[in-house]
């Protein structure tokens, strides 16, 4: 039955929907958060509970002679003990490789390794009986120097295969071409920590199917999922994972940590089972970022155009793959940086030691090289006689550019005007004679009056790729519902995809606002329970799950569309939602959605793919391996005392293309995070590593940037839509994180006049105290 369409009046017609793309809405979980009420996954409970423990082996690299946890499980209160022997399906897991076992069996290859688990009462219960577990050792010479453990012959393998994860060669034109004017520099970047606020933590509950449901802080879902249910020896749907509060990741909460051990236990004790790690055990829990050491070389003609790039990269992955294969092809692909290079040779090499494992951080494989180029930018630029930005811009790959793979650059490439922006930002003011000790190096402490004190400025760019490469279908599901309730049409988004502190919640708020015409938007909690949304990286979610949660939305749409032309007997051509309404194409008002959808539930999932990539030629390394690629540019000033080697960032300033602000208040959020930890990384995060043996497990000793080191900063956004992504978004998480690096590291060597070949920068650097 038909019904006629109700009038038109002015205030039907002029309504709009606030909250959707392009504009700042307040984050749903924001006001929790700053309160600090939000629930994070180390909040969760159950009544019933146990609480899991992991025994830690304390040696880099060992033999296991012996392991018994009888008198661990005799004490009073433990229900479980558990060993590698006890794995119920396969004891291996990884995200590329599946080199990492659940609970090391014969083997340690790393200091903090899992060697054995159990539950107890209670946590302190299950603390004092992990000192009861016996393990005998034999240990064994660590292998430390991932350059030689690419190359070195004699070394252990500490795997089958040896100790290469993944060699990559690029070559382009003559890759021994000549020029006029040749540098080069070795250059080196520690093993920064991702820092995320909230340890590893979660809660595995049995289930009466014999699975088992996880609820837990993530970056991937279904990934977990898969790996867990591997080594649980179950199938993927007795597994289900539903995310909880996740208090920051940066890549570190890709790879497992407890994962299987938490539902282990929980399927051996037949009781739900907590594991939350402290400070300490977190930081031997996850990845980390991979060190590096660069052999830089750059040749150029004298009015300067670069000539060719020749480099070679040695990146120490630690003890298990994880992500190494990408980091070497994220880190050879992009290893001449965003310009214009017509001859190259690069090298790749990612290898196995017994350091931490290295895996997932935020500008995953691009931060090692754009340290390494963007320093010899600026040597080329002293050799040449030229500003360092001028010569920036006279090489600044643009939209047609072919990039190093041979890939034609088929989008916006702004990078000139990026740097055009940030050097043409005014500067801070001079110091004067009686500058406030408190805006000098060292603050507060009184340590100097500005005799000792210089200044520099400094540059930095960068090219990261966005989303997975190298021919991996990257994809992402979106599931959206709308009815009405209370009287309000209210859609309902679910998606897999993580939220770990981006704001991806509000985005796709934002889309289904824009695309269904109602403010009412719910989101989903992320689970299992529906399609793959990948992993929370690669500055991904928004292009990937936003493009899904547009798809579904868009079917939802056009299900109602086709329901006011079955209901209403109105042609569907041309119709929109707009404020709850469904208008024709002339602008009448055909409908509320309340009165069309009455008890009617719409409801549709879709999935979004970006374009397709391909893998890398073995030979040599060309093909069309990335999907997309973000720009940023960064200009810093900084105060160096030189007698005592602090530095104070007096400023720093940003220009990047975004492509589409889809949240701009969340844009210049992630800009400034980004900026935040690309300068910890410049000049005090690493985690000190001294024959496999980290030093420095804790906030105490591993130091990061706080609200007092970050400067003023001036931030440019650009748009420039990328006609291939949707809304032609740009990912916008990684590239400032990538950029600031490298311009804090120059703009100290323009201070100083040091070569400083190493980052993070500390102060005997800078005083030449290294030795003493």
């Known amino acids: 039955m038909t019904r006629p369409a109700p009038a038109r009046s002015s205030q039907e017609y002029d309504d709009t929907v606030s909250g959707g793309v392009g504009t700042s809405p307040l984050r749903p979980d924001g006001t929790l958060k700053v309160r600090g009420e939000f629930a994070y996954s180390s909040d969760l409970w159950h009544e019933d509970m146990l609480w899991g423990a992991t025994l830690r082996s304390p040696h880099p690299h060992a033999r296991v002679r012996r392991l018994d946890v009888s008198r661990a499980l005799a004490r009073p209160g433990v229900h479980a003990a558990l060993t590698h022997e006890d794995v119920p399906g396969e004891n291996s897991y990884g995200l590329k490789y599946q080199d990492t076992p659940a609970l090391a069996a014969d083997r340690v290859r790393y200091q903090g390794e899992p060697v054995a688990i159990l539950a107890a009462d209670h946590p302190e ?173 750059h040749g150029a003609t004298k009015d300067g155009d670069l000539v060719f790039v020749r480099a070679r990269l040695y990146f120490d992955g630690g003890a298990y793959a994880s992500k190494t294969p990408v980091v070497v092809g994220n880190g050879t692909t992009l290893g001449v940086g965003p310009y214009d290079v017509p001859n190259a040779r690069i090298e790749g090499w990612g290898v196995y030691t017994n350091n931490p494992t290295c895996g997932a951080m935020r500008g995953l494989g691009a931060v090692q090289p754009t340290y390494g180029y963007e320093s010899q930018m600026d040597k080329l630029a002293a050799a040449l006689g030229m500003d360092p930005a001028e010569l920036r811009i006279r090489n600044a790959m643009s939209e047609g550019s072919t990039n190093v793979t041979g890939q034609l650059v088929d989008f916006p490439a702004p990078v000139a005007e990026l740097i055009q922006r940030v050097r043409d930002m005014p500067l801070p003011p001079e110091r004067g004679a009686g500058a406030d000790i408190r805006d000098l190096p060292g603050g507060a402490s009184n340590v100097t009056h500005g005799e000792g004190v210089v200044r520099g400025v400094g540059y930095g760019v960068t090219i990261k790729n966005i989303s997975y490469a190298e021919g991996l279908d990257d994809y992402s599901t979106a599931r959206v519902r709308l009815q009405v309730v209370g009287g309000e049409p209210v859609a309902m988004v679910h998606t897999a995809a993580a939220e770990v502190g981006q704001g991806l919640v509000t985005l796709q708020q934002q889309i289904a606002r824009t695309e269904l015409g109602v403010p009412r938007v719910t989101v989903h909690p992320a689970d299992t329970s529906v399609g793959d949304a990948g992993s929370s990286s690669a500055s991904r979610q928004t292009y990937v799950t936003g493009g899904a949660v547009r798809n579904a939305s868009r079917a939802v749409a056009d299900a109602v569309y086709a329901l006011a032309e079955r209901k209403l007997g109105r042609s569907a051509a041309g119709m929109s939602l707009t404020a709850g309404k469904v208008v024709a194409a002339d602008g009448e008002v055909v409908v509320s959605l309340v009165d069309l959808l009455g008890k009617e539930v719409l409801e549709e999932t879709r999935e979004f793919h970006h374009r397709k990539t391909y893998p890398l030629d073995p030979e040599n390394g060309q093909g069309d391996a990335h999907v997309q690629y973000g720009f940023s540019a960064h200009r810093a000033v900084v105060d160096v005392d030189v007698e005592l080697g602090l530095v104070k960032v007096v400023q720093l300033d940003c220009a990047q293309d975004v492509g589409k602000a889809m949240n701009p208040q969340a844009v210049l959020g992630q800009i400034q995070g980004g900026s935040a930890q690309g300068l910890g990384l410049a000049v005090m995060e690493e985690i000190q590593v001294v024959d496999g043996k980290v030093r420095n497990p804790s906030f105490t000793d591993y130091l990061i940037p706080t609200v007092l080191d970050m400067p003023p900063m001036r931030v440019d956004i650009l748009e420039r839509p990328d006609p291939h992504a949707p809304y032609g978004v740009r990912g916008v998480g990684e590239p400032p994180t990538i950029s600031t690096t490298p311009a804090v590291a120059n703009a100290i060597r323009a201070a100083t006049g040091l070569e400083l070949p190493r980052v993070p920068i500390r102060p005997e650097h800078l005083t030449g105290t290294l030795e003493s």
């Open 125 to 297: 219960i299950a603390r004092q009986a992990l000192k009861e577990i016996v393990v005998e050792y034999e240990v064994l010479e660590p292998v430390t120097d991932p350059e030689r453990a690419a190359h070195d012959e004699t070394l252990p393998k500490l795997h089958p295969a040896g100790n290469l994860v993944r060699y990559q060669r690029i070559l382009r034109g003559d890759p021994d071409a000549v020029a006029d004017v040749v540098v080069s520099g070795t250059y080196e970047i520690g093993m920064q920590d991702q820092a995320f606020l909230g340890p590893e933590s979660g809660l595995a509950v049995p289930a009466e199917d014999g699975g088992v449901d996880l609820y837990l802080a993530t970056q991937w879902l279904h990934v977990d999922q898969r790996q867990t249910a591997r080594a649980l020896g179950l199938p993927p749907e007795k597994v289900r994972l539903t995310l909880s509060g996740v208090g920051g990741a940066f890549g570190g909460r890709e790879d497992l940590s407890m994962q299987i051990h938490s539902c282990m236990l929980a399927l051996r004790t037949g009781r739900p089972v907590k594991m939350v790690y402290n400070r300490e055990e977190s930081f031997f829990g996850h990845v980390h970022r991979h060190p590096a050491r660069m052999y830089y070389e």
